[in-house]
């Protein structure tokens, strides 16, 4: 349905609905249908703060990666967004050099454990604005961005295109 309608890329893994008991194994079957579709994924992945709190935000992204993706998919259609849970919508944001660690840590766990020939494109998403959007921009390993809430007022995801190339 999507795909008839002209999407070309699709949000899987997003905390909402895992907060609604969407599953790893719901989502994988979920990219194996959209891979069947030919569609770009967007794959969510992200630890609550009670998790963060307790030093397992890395075993956290390991299960949701291992359990929804395997080597055998197509990894050119999926890019990884890091959303921590406890961040989104809440204008908290990681510490720049938690941010950089769990990045590198994503680049670095597909490509060796996904068999990926490069890093997979890794885009950060939690109350990202047009205040803070310059700080982000230092983190080179950050690849993009998942813009939610702000996204749907046209000034305001304006000013955060603005002020990211500022």
């Not at 008839?4 to 890329?9: I, M, S």
């Amino acid at each position: 349905m999507l795909k008839k309608a002209g999407a070309e890329y699709i949000i899987l893994g997003h905390s909402e609905n895992r907060s609604e008991g969407e599953t790893n194994q719901l989502i994988k079957k979920k990219i194996v249908s959209s891979l069947k579709q030919k569609l770009n994924i967007i794959y969510c992945i992200g630890e609550t703060l009670k998790e963060k709190n307790k030093g397992k935000t890395f075993s956290i992204l390991r299960k949701q990666i291992n359990g929804s993706l395997n080597k055998n998919f197509n990894m050119n259609k999926v890019i990884f967004a890091y959303e921590p849970v406890w961040s989104i919508g809440s204008n908290k944001i990681p510490k720049i050099n938690e941010l950089k660690n769990t990045i590198e840590f994503i680049k670095k766990y597909c490509k060796k454990n996904l068999k990926m020939k490069k890093s997979p494109t890794v885009l950060y998403g939690g109350s990202v604005n047009d205040k803070n959007i310059r700080l982000f921009s230092s983190v080179y390993q950050i690849d993009g961005f998942l813009i939610g809430g702000a996204s749907q007022s046209s000034k305001k995801f304006i000013d955060i295109i603005r002020n990211y190339y500022k």
